[in-house]
């Protein structure tokens, strides 16, 4: 089967790729398509992004779409960033995860240790050529660190300290990483819903 992943995110791409690949599903960007379109991801929830995103490409292209919407959300700062991970610093380009990550940094300065806990949180929604839809939601707990470690991943993966593991999620190898991670387990419980 063929997917066309509504993302520009290289780093979501080839993570979504990694996962499905075992599973038949092969997954071709937006690019590949020939489409060039930006999908303005305007909703309230991780759920609501990843279907305003599926939904255009297949509305755009009548083939089956996969997308994700994820980010982080920290118990101290009431779940910010949330939705707005991507923008939180409000900054974008190749600058923006430094700066978000300066952002937490600077929020969570004055919070102990054991106040800091957080959960990365992945919405995949999936939208079929016959218009049936799956919608599933993948979590990885962890906290959030004073100092970025680790050189793997991206966007908050280096503050992201992964409960049980000891190591930032940029500490992980991506074998370690596509087993455990937020978009990880959300993927199984599509292959699950696939089947």
């Given amino acids: 089967m063929k997917m066309i992943a509504a993302t520009n995110n290289i780093h979501k791409l080839e993570e979504i ?4 690949k075992d599973k038949g599903i092969t997954v071709v960007s937006l690019a590949d398509a020939g489409l060039t379109v930006e999908i303005e991801e305007n909703g309230d929830s991780f759920t609501d992004n990843a279907l305003i995103k599926a939904r255009e ?8 779409a996969i997308a994700d919407d994820s980010g982080l959300e920290v118990d101290a700062l009431g779940g910010q960033p949330g939705v707005k991970s991507a923008r939180y610093s409000g900054e974008t380009g190749d600058d923006k995860d430094r700066k978000n990550n300066e952002k937490l ?11 800091r806990s957080a959960r990365f949180c992945s919405a995949i929604a999936a939208v079929f050529p016959n218009g049936k839809e799956i919608i599933v939601e993948g979590y990885v707990y962890g906290k959030i660190g ?3 470690k680790g050189g793997n991943g991206f966007g908050y993966d280096p503050l992201f300290i992964v409960d049980g593991y000891g190591k930032t999620m940029a500490e992980l190898d991506s074998k ?3 087993k455990i991670s937020h978009r990880a387990n959300a993927l199984k419980e599509f292959v699950k819903k696939l089947e």
């Fill in 17 to 20: 790729r990694a996962i499905l």
């Fill in 57 to 64: 490409v297949w509305r755009l292209t009548g083939e089956a």
């Fill in 105 to 115: 940094k600077a929020a969570l300065r004055t919070v102990p240790d054991g106040k």
């Fill in 146 to 148: 004073y100092t970025e």
């Fill in 176 to 178: 370690e990483k596509n």
